[in-house]
């Protein structure tokens, strides 16, 4: 191929991906409006990646904004959507991907590591701060991974013992970490040890049921739901939010599922727990069952019919321009030839 042709061709496939991207969020918010979801409008929250759903305060809920954003909190009144409060926290946040909330603490987890290379990860731990605007100052506690850094966007508060658990986001199987809030510590880095591997792929988020029966994790499609005896998958069923990124439990059944981007949607899922576990060989790949195929049909739709269309112009500029250029190198070695 002409290098000039490449060169127009690849910001070609460039702005085909930001189509399909937008087209996702415009499906997400219409649908949210047909659906009637709560809805974040707030301005000042871009990037939910956190959210935690308060015990002790009715109908509220808290989420932060990931990297390059404020170290603040943002309450969320569960009836409306709307922001009733906002606790700045005195810390820097290099990137917040979740939070999770025990015993009137709230825990803050600065672990997100895209390129697998921080030493500087920390949970931070406030006060349940509650529909109030106020400044407080948090516990800070270095933490790394054993085995090394990685990516996290999940953490895990498990009811009844001081125990976190965080869990990798990877291409692959994830894996868990854990430590118990006892051996934390601010003058020192505590070291996560490894519990387990082989859970679902490209986790973004995850909860424990208050009753303490159900593991749910989040990916791109699907949620996974756990026995959190030996954290193997009983059930995973689709979810309709594309770039998903937060989850909690509003109760034991029923989970909220957002999203990143301005007006975040928040959707109410009730999770069905499936008789038996998936095989080990499925659990690395997203699949549907029960009510998440009704739910999602709609948005995949569009987003797969969008996505189809624009890679088949691409596919099909790249042919053209390729085809351009053999027969114009035809044409050139037959005028040679002629020369001679």
């Known amino acids: 191929m002409n290098p000039r042709h490449r060169r127009m061709l690849i910001p070609g496939l460039l702005i085909a991906l930001m189509v399909v991207v937008v087209i996702a969020a415009v499906v997400d918010r219409a649908d949210a409006a047909d659906r009637g979801d709560l809805v974040m409008s707030d301005p000042r929250i871009t990037e939910s990646s956190g959210l935690a759903v308060s015990r002790t305060h009715e109908q509220l809920a808290y989420t932060v904004n990931d990297s390059g954003h404020d170290a603040e909190v943002f309450a969320i009144d569960l009836r409306t959507g709307e922001v009733v409060g906002v606790t700045t926290v005195e810390a820097t ?3 917040v991907e979740a939070l999770a909330l025990r015993d009137g603490t709230l825990w803050i987890a600065d672990l997100g590591d895209n390129r697998g290379e921080r030493d500087d990860a920390a949970l931070f731990a406030i006060d349940e701060p509650g529909p109030t605007t106020a400044t407080v100052s948090a516990r ?3 933490v790394a991974l054993a085995g090394g850094p990685a990516d996290v966007e999940a953490l895990l508060a498990e009811p009844g013992t001081d125990r976190l658990h965080v869990v990798t986001k990877s291409m692959s199987m994830a894996t868990l970490h854990a430590v118990s809030e006892a ?3 601010e003058d020192r880095v505590t070291v996560l040890e490894v519990e387990r ?7 973004t988020d995850g ?3 208050p009753d303490g029966e159900t593991i749910a994790l ?3 499609g699907t949620i996974w739901t756990l026995d959190p005896s030996d954290w193997s998958v009983v059930d995973r069923l689709a979810h309709p939010l594309s770039q998903s990124e937060t989850l909690a439990f509003v109760d034991d059944t029923t989970v909220l599922v957002g999203r990143e ?5 928040l959707r109410r899922v009730e999770l069905a727990i499936a008789s038996s576990a998936p095989t080990p060989a499925t659990i690395a790949t997203a699949h549907t069952s029960g009510a998440g195929v009704a739910a999602s049909a709609p948005d995949r739709t569009v987003l797969l019919g969008g996505a189809g269309l624009l890679a088949a112009v691409a596919l099909g500029a790249a042919g053209l321009v390729v085809g351009r250029g053999r027969r114009r190198s035809r ?3 037959g005028t040679r030839r002629r020369v001679r």
């Open 93 to 95: 946040f290099r990137d």
């Open 140 to 142: 800070r506690h270095p």
């Open 183 to 185: 051996d934390l510590a």
């Open 197 to 203: 591997g082989g859970l679902p792929a490209m986790v």
């Open 207 to 209: 909860a424990w049921s």
């Open 218 to 220: 989040l990916s791109y």
């Open 261 to 265: 981007g301005r007006d975040s949607p």
């Open 331 to 333: 044409r050139r070695t």
